[in-house]
């Protein structure tokens, strides 16, 4: 009331104040559709939100899958799991291309697919990629080496396999073990192991015989990471496979993890001095170039593996592996067999501490015959091997 008789009535929802009491309802109505178009604006402008924003999550979770799917992809193209096929279909494949590009003559062509196919049949390696003889050259040249090496000491007999126009790019693993095998061959301890095995495998023959060792009941989980099948494929294989065919052998053998760098900038030298007491037996002294009856190493880093097949001392005390790489031609390892007195060629054997950087490395190394009874053991103990750890 204004007190001169005057009826004002005041909008509940704002600060306006009408005479009349119609005016004031539909003022209030007013106030009340547009807070209903509002908040029904709010509720469509929240709905649209929510559905771009699940459109948003459903293409990125299609996007993380296709590209979780070509990573996959490209890890078994990689690691040869792809089912593209194995060592006969890369050399063939090889060798078509050689022929295209004119560097192989057709009747070449036929002549080396009879020869490979010959050899596959019997299982065995053409050795088209051996070069024998480097450890005698090497034991000559250090008996007349006056210069910085104290000792040396060196694997028996040991021939380097370098990979072929079959497994260019994957077959390092199944070399090094061409090369161990080599050697064991050549000792008489390993005989009754090796009866069966006279000559070297050829790849294909290689993948078939890990195959034997996981039926066997070898290491059922790396098994199952290859679907249990090598044969026909182009896998990579590592020291755990190596473990295993070795084993099946009955051949006395064990992997060692060297899971961290132990020196500074990243080197390994408890890897090196580990290497110094295998071969020199905790002796040091001695004749200055002992050609002992230790088999060579398998060498297994991320992505690559090599041979060791000695170790050097020098005057310094600082130590030198002696490594035969699979990716190292037959021409260059037949240099080695000239007589060099300066050593250069000893570049491509020779890794110093600083040579080895890789994060990780991991070797298999062979020490004597097991009996049926400890065969059966390891099998049983490989389904839950752990390597053992390098402080």
């Known amino acids: 009331d204004t007190g001169n008789g005057e009826q004002l009535y005041e909008c509940p929802m704002c600060t306006l104040t009408c005479t009349n009491i119609q005016i004031l309802e539909e003022h209030v109505d007013l106030h009340l559709e547009e807070q209903s178009f509002s908040e029904g604006g709010n509720i469509r402008d929240l709905e649209l939100a929510q559905r771009l924003q699940t459109e948003e999550d459903k293409w990125q979770r299609s996007e993380e899958d296709k590209q979780e799917r070509e990573e996959f992809k490209k890890l078994q193209r990689q690691y040869g799991l792809d089912n593209s096929g194995g060592y006969k279909?890369?050399?063939?494949?090889?060798?078509?291309?050689?022929?295209?590009?004119?560097?192989?003559?057709?009747?070449?062509?036929?002549?080396?697919?009879?020869?490979?196919?010959?050899?596959?049949?019997?299982?065995?390696?053409?050795?088209?990629?051996?070069?024998?003889?480097?450890i005698e050259a090497l034991c000559k040249y250090y008996q007349n080496e006056n210069k910085?090496?104290?000792?040396?000491?060196?694997?028996?007999?040991?021939?380097?396999?370098?990979?072929?126009?079959?497994?260019?790019?994957?077959?390092?693993?199944?070399?090094?073990f061409q090369m161990l095998l080599s050697s064991l061959l050549q000792n008489s301890l390993y005989n009754d192991c090796l009866r069966d095995t006279t000559l070297i495998p050829s790849i294909p023959k290689i993948q078939s015989m890990i195959e034997d060792a996981w039926r066997e009941g070898f290491d059922p989980h790396g098994a199952s990471h290859f679907n249990n099948r090598l044969h026909d494929s182009k896998a990579w294989i590592g020291a755990c496979e190596i473990y295993s065919l070795l084993t099946s052998l009955r051949i006395k053998c064990q992997i060692i993890d060297f899971h961290k760098p132990t020196g500074p900038m990243g080197t390994h030298p408890h890897l090196f001095e580990w290497v110094l007491r295998y071969y020199s037996g905790d002796n040091e002294?001695?004749?200055?170039?002992?050609?002992?009856?230790?088999?060579?190493?398998?060498?297994q880093h991320q992505g690559h593996s090599r041979t060791v097949v000695g170790i050097e001392e020098k005057k310094n005390k600082t130590l030198?592996?002696?490594?035969?790489?699979?990716?190292?031609?037959?021409?260059?390892?037949?240099?080695?067999?000239?007589?060099?007195?300066?050593?250069?060629?000893?570049?491509?054997?020779?890794?110093?501490?600083?040579?080895?950087?890789?994060?990780?490395?991991?070797?298999?190394?062979?020490?004597?015959?097991?009996?049926?009874?400890?065969?059966?053991?390891?099998?049983?103990?490989?389904?839950?091997?752990?390597?053992?750890?390098?402080?």
């Open 89 to 134: 279909q890369q050399f063939l494949k090889n060798m078509e291309r050689e022929v295209d590009r004119g560097r192989m003559q057709p009747f070449e062509y036929h002549k080396r697919k009879a020869d490979m196919m010959e050899c596959l049949a019997f299982g065995i390696d053409d050795g088209k990629t051996k070069t024998s003889g480097v």
């Open 320 to 391: 030198c592996l002696l490594l035969f790489d699979p990716g190292c031609p037959s021409q260059e390892m037949q240099k080695l067999l000239k007589q060099n007195s300066d050593g250069t060629g000893l570049k491509l054997l020779r890794k110093f501490v600083g040579s080895l950087k890789e994060k990780q490395y991991q070797i298999v190394a062979v020490d004597g015959v097991l009996s049926l009874e400890e065969k059966a053991a390891r099998c049983h103990a490989s389904q839950v091997l752990t390597s053992e750890k390098i402080p």
């Open 148 to 176: 910085d090496v104290r000792h040396v000491w060196l694997s028996t007999g040991v021939d380097h396999f370098h990979s072929s126009l079959g497994d260019r790019g994957w077959g390092c693993g199944y070399r090094n």
């Open 285 to 299: 002294g001695g004749a200055k170039v002992v050609c002992t009856s230790k088999p060579p190493i398998y060498l």
